[in-house]
């Protein structure tokens, strides 16, 4: 079974940057599409990125299509967030998941692994 870990999240004001990092560790999550999630309070879960085994292929969600950059360290078992330019629209708890798949998807019922969330928070 596999286990996953976020860190790096916080509070950061309008403009600025965050990493955040999911580790995984039991069951190999190697070989499977992993991605990111966003739960802001009051609003349902929201797609956010997704990656490849590999890293050669990616998906966003529109809402962060070039500020936020998905990526994974197979060495590491390690996957990444980095968010640039933040808005205050971002904030929200933000979760990293795993599929049983090959191909990036947006799909929430497609992940079967979840971490417990870091909080992002930016001030306006």
């Known amino acids: 079974q596999v286990r996953l870990v976020e860190s790096g999240g916080g509070l950061v004001q309008a403009g600025e940057s965050l990493t955040l990092s999911c580790a995984a560790s039991?069951?190999?999550?190697?070989?499977?599409?992993m991605g990111w999630f966003r739960q802001a309070p009051g609003k349902e879960r929201e797609f956010v990125a997704a990656?490849?085994?590999?890293?050669?292929?990616?998906y966003y969600s529109d809402s962060v299509k070039g500020r936020f950059t998905i990526s994974r360290d197979i060495a590491k078992n390690t996957m990444y967030l980095q968010m640039n330019s933040l808005k205050p629209e971002d904030t929200a708890l933000y979760y990293c998941?795993?599929?049983?798949?090959?191909?990036?998807?947006?799909?929430?019922?497609?992940?079967?692994?979840w971490g417990q969330g870091t909080q992002v928070t930016v001030s306006s």
């Open positions: 998941a795993a599929t049983r798949l090959l191909v990036v998807t947006y799909y929430t019922g497609n992940y079967y692994a």
């Open positions: 990656i490849t085994w590999s890293g050669g292929s990616t």
């Open positions: 039991g069951r190999t999550f190697n070989n499977y599409a």
